[in-house]
């Protein structure tokens, strides 16, 4: 069954149809939430929202983009915005950690390279993250990321730019493993 | 043309690398499932409806009145009546707003603690913050299910389910949690909590005092 067929099916309230919608994009969405979250607990959170939302405005989706672009764009509001309270959340905690802590800051070793990645990839900014996980580690296109995102192709590939670029000064001890 | 910063090694050797960033676990479809089935079940059935607003408004006011009773008394604060007078107008001209975003923020403060409480279930947060934060949410809960609020069934036994999870985080103890703390998640996981409190937070933009749904 063609998914234009299937879409028709879910909105007339077939409910086999929306469990064969969900297996059909499931994986991508939970893959995509759990590489920005990075959590299992938020990444299911997030996963669920964003289906118990398309569900729910499947009448506005008019089809001039494909189901997928769609779902990603809901995928990836879901996320940021879900991602920005926790952080705002935790930001808060840290805050009044920190003003308890201070002269307790310790030296801790130097990092194997795979924390050192991900420490450069956490501190990425927001969008730079965002287009880079999605390109670079879970392999959507510009065309994808912008539609998602609601910015231009361009845009996508000058973030991606600009990530790798900061990356690459923040991983500089490593230079030896990709010249050789 | 290449960029100035290109370099086509390193962008291959940091894709390669970058894999091992969040790598997913197998995707949980089953678990996702039955709670996706169960917050759309409930989703069109916890509808507040106006009747419904005002009382969770009644209990905001009250929250809010209490407040503003502490702040506004003190030891060279005006005499009691026109302090009284004083309160009265304060509600009286925030109540209209206060209904307006009382519940979603209600709503929305809670989801955001215990999302934020499930996230952090094994880190080292603060366990004496965290209890006193689910100590203010829980006295707005049962605010809420003393009001007329309540009467809805499926609404008074979301906020039973939040009562239940927020005493029993208020009640842990800093000194030994791990253990209670998973429990506890456990507990939420099992009675589906969360995706409940969201099915109840209205769809759509909500006032940035709210600080968003998700």
Known sequence: MDESTLIARVRAGDSAAERALYDAHVDRVYRLAFRLAGDDALAQDFTQETFIRAFDRLGSFRGDAAFSTWLHTITTTVVLNGLRKVKRFRQREADIDDAHEIGTMQRHAEPDLKARLKKAIDELPEGYRTVFVMHDVEGYTHEEIGAALGVETGTSKAQLSRARAKLRVALADFAGEWTT | ?214
């Open chain 2, 1 to 214: 043309m290449m960029q100035e910063h290109e370099d086509p090694k390193f962008d291959q050797w940091l894709k390669d690398r970058a894999q091992s960033y969040h790598s997913p676990l197998p995707t949980p479809r089953e678990e996702m499932w039955k709670r996706i089935e169960e917050a759309r079940r409930t989703k069109h059935v916890i509808e507040l409806r106006p009747w419904m607003r005002w009382a969770v408004a009644a209990a905001a006011v009250l929250a809010l009145g209490i407040g503003i009773g502490r702040w506004t008394a003190g030891p060279v604060g005006p005499s009691p009546d026109s302090g009284g007078t004083r309160v009265a107008i304060e509600i009286d001209s925030l109540a209209d707003q206060a209904y307006e975003v009382a519940a979603t923020q209600y709503l929305s403060r809670t989801e955001t603690f215990l999302t934020a409480f499930r996230a952090d279930a094994n880190r080292s947060a603060n366990t004496g913050r965290l209890a006193r934060q689910a100590r203010d949410l829980l006295t707005t809960t049962q605010l809420m299910l003393d009001s007329p609020a309540a009467n809805d069934p499926r609404l008074r036994s979301l906020l039973g389910d939040l009562e239940l999870v927020l005493t029993q985080i208020s009640l842990l103890n800093p000194l030994e949690n791990g253990r209670d703390r998973d429990l506890i998640t456990d507990g939420m996981n099992q009675s589906n909590v969360l995706p409940k409190l969201r099915s109840a937070i209205p769809a759509g933009p909500v006032p940035a005092r709210t600080q968003g749904a998700l």
